[in-house]
């Protein structure tokens, strides 16, 4: 009688926590700003933007210190941007947005790694 009350409670806590997971990652989703975002936005809010991302990656710098894990993409992150200023790197991402405008679901952070920071940062 135990054991079968036991699968029982182990059933129904399966069950809740498959229900449960993916209501706890939801509370985790973070808003993706695309190139529709980006394209609508004020060439100050454009700024704003990418001010809080390098904001971000500072933070991330910070916090890893000297030597950070071996798996981090901040140094990437910082080598590559190091060769904007904000106006360029405005400037860089309309570019590719204009030149791409069927790609204006592409996310911003994505668009930031894969055309100018890791070009930029060369082998890492």
Known sequence: MKRKSLRFLLGWLTLALLVAVPAVAADYEVPVVTGENWTQSTPRERKAF?????????LEQEVQGATPPPKTTIGVWSKGLSA?????????????????PDK????????????LAKPKAGKS
Request: hydrophobic share 60%; charged share 20%; no cysteine.
């Open 50 to 58: 990418l001010i809080g991302a390098a904001t971000i990656i500072e």
């Open 84 to 100: 904007y200023n904000f106006d360029e790197m405005t400037a860089a991402i309309d570019a590719w947005y204009a030149a791409n």
């Open 104 to 115: 204006l679901a592409r996310p911003v952070v994505e668009v930031m790694w894969y055309e």
